[in-house]
């Protein structure tokens, strides 16, 4: 990493890739900006200059978070007065360097390290999914625009746990002596930083996040044939299923139409009651009131069918001893 010396060296000129960004304190989004540029095989090996003089930024390939432009060729920076560039009309935050990066470069950064071809429409699922995970939140942050309504009071500050406030904390502090060397070394420590968080969630999103959406896709496809009116979801395998499952009811137009999904805890078969929403204790049909809090053979006797293991005092969610008996349970709520 090499900080601004004033002017140009006419000797290097085009020697190697240079990606350009400011100098001095540095922030999350710049720092994940670069570390994404550095994924792709045309800048791995680049040099990152880190200055405040405009020719010796504007002698590098690509520039990000300095200078007052966006082209979205060479130029990446969001602190532009008439800036408004967002990742899709879908969305209402501004980008900022990292958005701006990942805008034109993350579908073929998540194609390489998960070694997916670029017109695998599942692509477009993880890029999108990738910006709302993490991406936004850098860019919400550094263009000071909060998750919360402005009138909502934290109960307690996170400010020293979020990715940006450790960045933060790896600048100098004001009564420490610093250099252009030691920031430059302190901002490689903050780029791997975000960029490590960055890879590992491009990997969880593509290698179990997006099998686990594929085989709840699946189940929900096959749901017909265990209740007419499509009602009842079995999994033949534990997945993590409920956030792909309200993802996909809107996305196939059958919001609210699941109501039961079965599925094996290792041991027994678990009939649960899916929420109103993603993060509602409520359920769109609990199970039966006479149901609930009954155990065992109590529990079968009642509802003559055998296996009961539990039905929790909620009506959330309830056992069998086996995926039948599960099923019959579901079944039979539907009725009552």
């Not at 189940?219 to 299923?241: K, L, P, S, Y």
């Amino acid at each position: 990493m090499t900080t601004d010396q004033n002017s140009p060296d006419p000797k290097r000129h085009k020697t190697e890739m240079r990606i350009g960004t400011h100098s001095g304190t540095f922030h999350a989004d710049e720092a994940l900006a670069v570390f994404m540029l550095k994924l792709l095989p045309k800048y791995r090996d680049s040099a990152v200059i880190r200055s405040r003089t405009p020719d010796v930024l504007e002698a590098c390939d690509i520039i990000v978070d300095v200078q007052g432009q966006y082209d979205g060729v060479k130029h990446f920076d969001h602190h532009q007065r008439d800036f408004s560039e967002t990742f899709s009309p879908a969305y209402k935050t501004k980008l900022s360097s990292a958005g701006l990066i990942y805008k034109h470069f993350g579908k073929e950064i998540i194609s390489l390290k998960l070694d997916m071809k670029h017109d695998d429409s599942r692509l477009d699922v993880l890029y999108e999914k990738l910006y709302a995970a993490m991406i936004e939140a850098i860019d919400g942050n550094d263009n000071g625009q909060s998750a919360y309504p402005d009138d909502v009071e934290p109960a307690y500050s996170t400010s020293s746990i979020t990715l940006p406030g450790m960045v933060a904390a790896l600048n100098p502090a004001w009564n420490e002596a610093s250099d252009d060397t030691y920031l430059d070394a302190q901002f490689d420590k903050a780029s791997k930083l975000m960029g490590g968080v960055f890879v590992d969630l491009v990997k969880y999103y593509g290698r179990a996040w997006l099998p686990a959406r594929d085989l709840v896709r699946a189940a929900i496809e096959q749901r017909h044939q265990f209740d007419q009116d499509g009602r009842i979801v079995v999994f033949d395998q534990f997945v993590t299923w409920k956030g792909h499952l309200f993802e996909l009811e809107d996305e196939l137009d059958i919001k609210g139409q699941i109501i039961y999904v079965i599925y094996s805890d290792g041991k027994g078969w678990r009939v649960q009651a899916v929420p109103v929403d993603p993060n509602s204790f409520k359920s769109r049909k609990p199970l039966p009131e006479p149901w609930r809090g009954v155990r065992d053979q109590a529990l079968s006797d009642l509802t003559s069918i055998e296996g009961g293991v539990f039905v929790h005092a909620s009506g959330f969610i309830g056992g069998n001893q086996t995926r039948e008996g599960a099923l019959l349970m579901a079944q039979k709520a539907l009725t009552l």
